[in-house]
């Protein structure tokens, strides 16, 4: 027993210090830049890595099926896509920099488009010659991508910096405009940055090196020349390579002089021996490293999908998952690497940096015992997962030799995906907080409620907002649940209110709050409540079918949507279609409403409820709805909050719902109390003069089938009531 709680102290520690090592992490400007970078530029890595999969897949090309006019289309749409993904990079990075520096500095506003010209300007002064290949190389996304971190990132700091030590000129007068002033006052510090990237390129070319590309390569390759084992150069690249993808930059590419120099001398050899009636002599090829250490690309990331397929709980996870699968059979990872993201992930970096290193070394012993043979046979590293294995060695065995590695991947990898889950479902809790609370709040400091929240919280509800637009178009995912009213007195189901709900499929059931407070944001508010009416309209056709039409529904109306012209149509609309009449329609609406109708609100208002559609107001006590309203608007019905009702009542609700009560009894208006849960509760309320009520105590809001047994159920308990009262009554007469 104390193992098991020393056991769940240490997962908490372990999972605490995460948790604080993700917020540092996380409200760092560098890793913020990073990661709405990395999402910008995420659809051209999606397209591009689609369309580089068609264009080297097996057999294509020999059999004919891509002909010279559409390879050549193809690599037109790669080249427009990875091609120039480096160079995509460095403006979304330099402007998200822009962005950051404009909140987090309080001086005078800089538009971030000038961090992206200074970013652009440095990064060809550093490369020097600016060819059509040159551009292509410096410009893709794997051979320009680790450059256009560092100058993007070293750009933008010196820029920031040197605005914050006031070095710009004062540029006054009516001749300018604000922008132009803004932009002149900077030419100091903009000049600065250049200048400096100058004269670093003049220390790269006193070094002997023509760009900053030739002296990474140059550095790279004297740190391993050092060892004259391929074992040890073989180990140092993989996990250089690791270690590279992991902060962004494409490793393999970032790395491709060893396939030009080392792994390309290594396979000709190899192929010089077989020709000559030798063995090879060379473990340590690009095809070797394809096939054992990038089973679905750099990371083993197919053990890592595998791994979340089986053990992963988190459905936004899964999702980027299954789109990943079919270009990670081509060894194609980076929607899974973006998509997570798995870059800059601390979560998964001790398995993403170290299995491809288990992996490296468990097939070179294979290799070296003979048990798989070496590869000698040269394949495109795209080409899918097992029949690389079986094509570069010519045997079986190295297919197994793969499933071997892959099937370790994924026990290595399925205790983080485990704890990503805990850190996901943390994240995702403490964001939907801050999202429920803004929608719940009445300060819109940007114009929306969710839309423009900052950070994790504001990333979510955009995507939820998009989500809502999507579901509102096609009409799935949202549903309705309702709620009964009843006439505790005369024991009758008078009718239901509709209440919206939406099961997301990648966050869940989402709080109705958010729901309408995204529609607000999104301006689809109108559209939202038009689909509760025609839903519920729909529902009550078919329970009238079978209870008779004595039953309402009752719907939600927002303010905006009385402004519509179209409102009275719509209403009539849906009931006809239903075949509802419009006196089993109640259209409920808020204190607000009733403390603003003028002009078209007020003459919708009239015309619903000469139709013979009943008006209740909502949440009644809560707002500062004037007695006068009351009679004036055309008011049949109002719902005492449940905030009054709720527990037990203290002297003022006390006070508050009596007054309620006696006023509407006055008026002869009908009140139902909300917010019942208790046989308790329902016994006091019911002494204040309470007799019809809705709430938890009778029923949940349930869905319409779940509605249709309730009715059917509490119709069958009352009639054996009435029975039962009909028999003690013949008992007393006969007494």
């Known amino acids: 027993m104390n193992k098991f709680k020393s056991g769940v102290t240490t997962d908490n520690l372990v999972m605490l210090a995460l948790g604080r090592w993700l917020d540092w992490i996380g409200s760092l400007a560098f890793f913020k830049v990073l990661q709405r970078s990395q999402l910008q530029v995420f659809p051209l890595i999606v397209v591009g890595a689609v369309f580089l999969c068609i264009l080297n897949f097996p057999f294509l090309s020999e059999t004919g099926v891509l002909s010279g006019t ?31 520096h404009n909140k987090e500095y309080s001086g005078e506003y800089v538009s971030p488009n000038l961090f992206v010209v200074i970013s652009l300007s440095c990064f060809f002064v550093l490369h020097g010659d600016i060819n059509f290949a040159s551009f292509a190389e410096i410009a893709s996304l794997g051979k320009g991508i680790a450059q256009a971190f560092f100058v993007s990132s070293l ?37 600065a940055v250049i200048l400096i990237f100058v004269l670093l390129k003049k220390l790269i070319l006193m070094s002997g090196y023509s760009n900053l590309s030739e002296l990474y390569r140059s550095a790279v390759l004297a740190v391993v020349s050092f060892t004259s084992s391929d074992f040890l150069t073989g180990l140092i690249y993989t996990f250089a390579s690791q270690v590279l993808w992991f902060f962004g930059a494409h490793g393999p590419n970032s790395l491709s002089f060893f396939d030009s120099t080392i792994f390309a001398d290594n396979m000709a050899a190899n192929i010089s021996n077989i020709q000559s009636g030798f063995a090879p002599v060379h473990i340590l090829t690009k095809g070797f490293l394809d096939n054992y250490t990038m089973i679905g690309g750099s990371g083993l990331t197919m053990s890592l999908l595998i791994a979340i397929f089986l053990k992963g ?11 990943a699968l079919l270009v990670c059979l081509f060894n194609v990872n980076e929607p899974l690497l973006f998509g997570i ?43 899918p997962v097992f029949l690389n294995g079986y094509m570069s060695t010519g045997a079986w065995s190295g297919v197994w030799l793969q499933v071997f590695v892959l099937s370790l991947g994924v026990g290595l990898y399925m205790p983080f995906v485990l704890i990503s889950d805990k850190v996901m479902k943390k994240q995702y809790d403490r964001g939907m907080n801050e999202i429920i609370a803004a ?3 009445e300060e819109v400091a940007t114009g929306f409620k969710c839309v423009g929240l900052p950070g994790f919280e504001g990333f979510v509800a955009r995507s939820l907002a998009s989500d809502l637009l999507r579901a509102l178009r096609t009409e799935e995912q949202l549903y309705m649940v309702f709620q009964p009213q009843i006439d505790d007195d005369a024991g009758e189901i008078l009718g239901v209110e509709a209440l919206i709900r939406w099961n997301h499929p990648a966050y869940g059931h989402i709080s109705p709050e958010v729901v309408v407070a995204l529609a607000e944001d999104m301006n689809c508010v109108d559209e ?11 529902q009550l056709a078919v329970w009238q079918e079978r209870f008779g039409y004595h039953l309402f529904v009752s719907v939600n109306f927002p303010p905006s949507l009385f402004k519509d012209k179209g409102l009275e149509s719509e209403v009539l609309g849906c009931l006809r279609a239903a075949g509802v009449p419009p006196y089993c329609l109640e259209i409920e609406i808020t204190e607000s409403v009733a403390m603003s109708t003028s002009g078209r609100e007020l003459q919708n208002l009239n015309r619903l409820r000469e139709l013979g559609i009943r008006i209740s107001i909502d949440d009644f006590g809560m707002g500062h709805t004037s007695l006068r309203y009351l009679r004036e608007l055309p008011i049949d019905k109002v719902k005492i909050d449940r905030s009054l009702t709720f527990g037990s009542l203290n002297d003022v609700n006390r006070h508050i719902v009596v007054s309620i009560l006696e006023l509407c009894r006055n008026i002869e208006m009908k009140v139902v109390v909300e917010g019942v849960e208790s046989a308790e509760q329902l016994k006091s309320l019911k002494k204040l003069g309470g007799t019809c009520f809705q709430g938890y105590y009778f029923s949940r809001p349930i869905t319409g089938e779940e509605c249709l047994s309730f009715m059917e159920d509490w119709n069958e308990k009352q009639s054996c009531f009435s029975e039962r009262e009909l028999q003690v009554a013949r008992v007393a007469l006969a007494d």
């Open 70 to 100: 559409l390879t050549k289309l193809l690599q037109d749409v790669v080249n427009g896509t990875y091609g120039v993904a480096a160079l995509v990079l460095l403006c979304s990075m330099s402007y998200n920099f822009g962005v950051i």
């Open 155 to 191: 750009s933008s700091y010196l820029l920031h910096k040197l605005i914050q030590l006031r070095f710009r000129v004062a540029v006054s007068g009516s001749g300018y405009d604000v922008f132009s002033r803004e932009i002149l006052s900077l030419i100091p510090a903009c000049v």
């Open 439 to 441: 929608a719940r709040g």
């Open 341 to 383: 993201p798995l870059i800059l992930n601390p979560v998964y970096a001790i398995p993403f940096l170290l299995i491809p290193s288990v992996a490296y070394c468990i097939a070179y012993a294979a290799t070296y015992l003979g048990v798989v043979p070496y590869v000698v046979h040269a394949v495109h590293w795209t080409t």
């Open 528 to 538: 939202l409540s038009y689909f509760v009416l025609r839903e519920s309209c729909n």
């Open 313 to 323: 709980r988190d459905s936004g996870t899964k999702r980027i998952s299954q789109l």
